[in-house]
């Protein structure tokens, strides 16, 4: 156990539904990102929170929404996704951005399947 | 030419043996080093950082760090069955600030 939840651990959605993704973080860390793995790919950087403010948005598409309430918590909403985005989300924290704070931790991810 | 390039192996290597990853970076100025382990259908798992040139040592782990040349390596001592897994070479880079990870290599410690 890295001290970095998430849920569901396995998802299937039709590509009209809404959905969310949870990650908590029991670590004390101020940063929290959220990765995508597809198969063969290596891992891409999507959004980050600093301090639970949004620093790093990679050029992803509109139909995930991250939202950070507090530094402990973090979402990724969902909707009107393509069969493509199925994939293994991972969450991540750090205790912070930059300097010798920076290793991240990650949670156990999610699997998205898109139908 | 990709930012952090990993051979994707598979690297076989027999039980007991010393297993060599690599990894090389293009970003001159980056500036924190990590592998990570993945077991298949995991998340990631820390294994070590570096942050200096030179070696770090822990437990039957090393990384070893050449800024010069640009590359991060991972030596595994005594190679177990249990070893086998992707192993991901991440680099924070110094243009960007982000962490790039390589598309990994995968070992497999065969008895």
């Known amino acids: 156990e890295t001290g970095v939840t998430q849920t569901p651990r396995h998802l299937v959605m039709g590509m009209t539904n809404k959905k969310s993704l949870k990650c908590e973080q029991h670590?004390?860390?101020?940063?929290m990102y959220w990765y995508k793995q597809s198969a063969k790919k290596p891992l891409e950087l999507m959004f980050v929170?600093?301090?639970?403010?949004?620093?790093e948005n990679n050029s992803v598409p509109s139909r995930f929404s991250p939202e950070c309430p507090n530094s402990s918590h973090l979402f990724l909403h969902l909707h009107t996704l393509q069969p493509e985005d199925s994939a293994l989300y991972l969450c991540a924290s750090s205790q912070d951005r930059d300097g010798t704070r920076d290793t991240q931790y990650f949670g156990p991810g999610t699997r998205l399947t898109v139908l | 030419q990709k930012e952090v390039e990993q051979n994707s192996g598979p690297l076989s290597v027999p039980e007991g043996a010393i297993a060599s990853l690599n990894c090389t970076y293009s970003d001159r100025g980056s500036q924190s080093f990590f592998w990570y382990r993945q077991y298949s259908g995991k998340s990631p798992e820390l294994i070590m950082f570096i942050y200096s040139n030179g070696d770090k040592e822990d437990g039957r782990f090393t990384a070893q760090l050449n800024k010069a040349s640009q590359y991060v390596s991972l030596l595994i001592r005594d190679s177990q069955p249990s070893d086998s897994a992707t192993y991901l070479c991440?680099?924070?880079?110094?243009?960007?600030?982000?962490?790039?990870f390589g598309t990994g290599t995968r070992l497999q410690v065969f008895p």
């Open positions: 670590l004390g860390h101020n940063a």
């Open positions: 929170y600093s301090l639970e403010e949004r620093v």
């Open positions: 991440a680099v924070r880079t110094y243009n960007t600030d982000k962490l790039i």
